[in-house]
T-cell receptor
């Protein structure tokens, strides 16, 4: 069974801090994705990656960056956290055209 | 880019009745349409998907239908049970499964 693990379930940070959200998958998947989920807005794609050191912008990349130094790990970075980045963040992975599998999510609060 | 709309936003059904959720998409090149179920406090989980070379797919009490001409696809749940209560998300992709555009979700409440 695919396992997508996000490092924290809950995280509280302060405005202006640099925040790292980590995601690891154990199935050697090529593709990894970061979404944010807000009530009434569904899942919106922030960034995705097809391979190591490769990244592409999603629909809402502003204020975020990503890093994929190893195939199994995909990190989301908030360079200078702001209160409007308070949200649920979901990581997903997939292989080729197979379905995406999601992690449990990180609920991030920026104070 | 692709735009997916999902209706209705909330649906209440009596246990045992059927529930239908409809999604429309904008990009005629989209060829992959998954449905995810998200229970409260849990991760979204794939429940069924369909590719554009078929018009219908069924898995026990769940079915998905696709109308490429009208650019809409629907999730059908028969004989609903309380454990079907959740938020359901539809999505569409024109790049295999490399990039999905999600609808805003539909809250389904099954009343015992």
């Amino acid at each position: 069974d695919v396992k997508v693990t996000q490092s924290s379930r809950y995280l509280v940070k302060r405005t202006g801090e640099k925040v790292f959200l980590e995601c690891v998958q154990d199935m050697d998947h090529e593709n990894m994705f970061w979404y944010r989920q807000d009530p009434g807005l569904g899942l919106r794609l922030i960034y995705f990656s097809y391979d190591v050191k490769m990244k592409e912008k999603g629909d809402i990349p502003e204020g975020y960056s990503v890093s994929r130094e190893k195939k199994e790990r995909f990190s989301l970075i908030l360079e200078s956290a702001s209160t409007n980045q308070t949200s649920m963040y979901l990581c997903a992975s997939s292989q080729g055209t197979q379905p995406q599998h999601f992690g449990d999510g990180t609920r991030l609060s920026i104070l | 880019g692709e735009n997916v709309e999902q209706h209705p936003s909330t649906l209440s059904v009596q246990e045992g009745d059927s529930a239908v959720i409809k999604c429309t998409y904008s990009d005629s090149a989209s060829n992959y349409f998954p449905w995810y179920k998200q229970e409260l406090g849990k991760r979204p989980q794939l429940i069924i998907d369909i590719r554009s070379n078929v018009g219908e797919k069924k898995d026990q009490r769940i079915a998905v239908t696709l109308n490429k001409t009208a650019k809409h696809f629907s999730l059908h749940i028969t004989e609903t049970q309380p454990e079907d209560s959740a938020v359901y998300f539809c999505a569409a992709s024109s790049q295999g499964n490399n990039r999905l555009a999600f609808g805003k979700g539909n809250q389904v409440v099954v009343i015992p």
